[in-house]
């Protein structure tokens, strides 16, 4: 079956510029999380979501960050006025129950 | 609250040879504890968990790691290392019942001909 995917794998951007990931969960996986992965760094934490619900989002570096789940499947994480210590790459992961977490490949970010 | 601790950034072994990575954890509380693999370009994957039945758990690939309370530890091992394992280990826990994971910063394992 189809694992977990994210859209675009690469991004581009300039600083000041706004950003959006993608997510596209294991269907039926009710939990979703983010993760922020920096070079040569394990993932950190960002936030997550239960259904459409966001749980947690203290992992979040600043309010440029923004992430929304809002029919309990597709998400998005926004990052607006890109700063080049946003440059890293976005993990996304499902799902079903507290234990194993299904990756997807990520989204590299690079802020100019 | 939770922490790991993976103890080598590098670890370089020959082929055929034992491979031990190192992960010390910390929680108030009883853990959920992970490795996961990273191959360049690629999400992770998970190899093995523990979950708080058998303390000696087998993953794949051949891997497999024992949870020892007493010392807080939860290293990954595997008898024979093949070319193919050189990647990325990432250690990692959980709470009971809980959805925070906090990822160890990682080993990179490198497999000599």
């Known amino acids: 079956g189809a694992g977990v995917s994210q859209s675009p794998r690469y991004k581009v951007a300039k600083r000041g510029q706004d950003v959006a990931l993608r997510c596209d969960p294991i269907?039926?996986?009710?939990?979703l999380f983010w993760y922020q992965q920096a070079l040569g760094q394990g993932p950190e934490f960002l936030t997550y979501f239960q259904n459409e619900a966001q749980l947690d989002k203290s992992g979040l570096p600043s309010d440029r960050f923004f992430a929304e789940r809002p029919e309990g499947s597709v998400s998005t994480l926004k990052i607006q006025r890109t700063q080049q210590e946003d440059s890293a790459v976005y993990l996304c992961?499902?799902?079903?129950?507290?234990?194993?977490?299904?990756f997807g490949p990520g989204t590299r970010l690079t802020v100019l | 609250a939770q922490s790991v601790t993976q103890l080598g950034s590098h670890v370089s072994v020959s082929e055929g040879a034992l491979v031990l990575l190192r992960c010390n954890y910390s929680?108030?509380?009883?853990?959920?504890l992970f490795w996961y693999v990273q191959y360049p370009n690629q999400g992770l994957q998970l190899l093995l968990k523990y979950t708080s039945a058998a303390t000696l758990v087998k993953g794949i690939n051949g891997f497999e790691a024992e949870f020892k309370k007493s010392e807080t530890s939860f290293h990954l091992t595997k008898p024979s290392a093949h070319m193919s394992d050189a990647a990325e280990y990432f250690c990692a826990v959980s709470e009971y019942g809980g959805f925070k994971t906090i990822f160890g910063a990682g080993t990179r394992l490198f497999v000599k001909a």
């Open positions: 992961a499902s799902s079903l129950a507290y234990d194993e977490q299904f």
């Open positions: 929680s108030s509380v009883p853990p959920y």
């Open positions: 269907s039926g996986h009710v939990s």
